[in-house]
């Protein structure tokens, strides 16, 4: 078995079912896609316990595991059938543990359904136990009180290091100018490899060491390139390349401010001092305004893998399927912390849930899923989330121990708007002192950052279309002819920024008063009179 700590995921959870043989749990649900390493896992609890361990499949029935290097023929066990294997279980007078495989579709027999029930209520009072291990979660209701739930982690650092070392001291004994690697090249390997399965981050190992015929420092990006995209197949989580870094970001000093604080808690020293992980961190506000931008950014700040959970792939046709695949991504989340977790519009993908929408209550208890994983999570998974509509968000995620902090990120002042200016200009090959920016400041007061942007982008349209280069004219006329935000949805926005005033932390410290842009007040005015 892996050397593991005592404060190792699969440690503690091996040690919870352990307990739960003792007690004479009879049936036990566990959900992973690595069959051979918990059947390693469970070889290993059952001969503690003085216990034999069987295994079944739907292609080879029941037979038992001795060794694990045993080979093993289709069809070389026993009652192929489920409802045989079950009666065999039930019959056999031995102490032992029973796996099996891919049982889950079977159980949406009702006949294989009934059966369980009742093979799980005369366990009870014997030393057998029954282990169903699949990927996915099929839990027909009536069998939700006989079954016991179970996780079971990726593999954590502790472990691909002993994979690693294993996969290096073969490569070594072969050929010793295979592997030409310094300790912090292959602690990298092994970061690059967390959240992977082992049989995945054997083989993404294993391409590397084929790649250039040895291993080295140019293998990390390998085995993260293997990880993006296994990470990606599953259609939910996707691995983000940050493109963006704080200096990208217009304005918001004080959450640049707290940003660089919290960044620290990461570290061992932090933790040494007492100071736990930081949670996460919740950006209300108007779109445009630099929140995305933002959560984009902090993963390349502070030097973190960032992975995006698209709350509206969660939701799917199948009974059951939304939640597995949050609880399946929050899984790789923590298999790869410490990380990042952008979790982009977050009241899109919980609005079912605040509506009470006729969905059998699915979207309840997804949400319900994140918030108690947020709450006691205990991986370093930095949560980002971006919310425009705020008063659509249920009053149970912006409690206390959610986040660490909810800021409000309001329409950029005017020392923000010209940073903003010269971050596009700059970008797109102009010196910003060449152009009246306090003109052009000026004329985007109420403007969001997005729409500062696409001013600069429709004078850059209007100076190519007349072959000269851009002016602070081509600007000031793009300003004129844009609406923003401010104006369009002021009562949206004015709303917003009472809510705030109350609940949130202002994303930009500033005396200045922010009122709506000239334009939407004097249509205010307008109305009044």
Known sequence: MTQTNATSPILRTMNEIDLMIRARYPVLYLLTHEEARLEHLLLELAGRQGKQLFSWTATRGLEPVR?????????????????DALNHILEKDVSALFLLRDFHPFLEDPHVARLLRDVAHELKNTYKNILLVSPRLVMPPELEKD??????PLPDAAELTDLFKSVCRALYKKDKNSVALSNRDANAIVRAAQGLTLTEAENAFAKAAVTGGRLDHEDVDLVLNEKKQIIRKSGILEFYEPDATLGDVGGLSELKRWLGVRGKAFSPQAACFG?????????????????????????????????RLDLGRIFSGLVGSSEQNMRQALKVAEGVAPAVLWIDEIEKGLAGNASGSSDGGTASRVFGTLLTWMQEKTANVFVVATANRIDILPPELLRRGRFDEIFFVDLPRTESREEIFRIHLEKRGRQAETFDLPAAVQATDGFSGAEIEHVVLEGLFAAFDADRELATGDLLDAAAKTVPLSVTSAEDLRRSREWAARRARMAESSTETRGVSGRAARIETDRAE
Do not use: H, N, Y
Request: neutral net charge.
């Open 67 to 83: 060794e694990l290097r045993e080979p093993r023929r289709m069809g070389g066990g026993e009652a192929t059938d489920p409802v």
């Open 275 to 307: 100071l736990p992980a930081p949670k996460g961190v919740l950006l209300l506000g108007a779109p445009g305004c630099g929140k995305s931008l933002t959560a984009k950014s902090v993963a390349q700040f502070w030097e973190l893998p960032l992975l």
């Open 147 to 152: 079954i016991t739930l179970l996780d079971i």
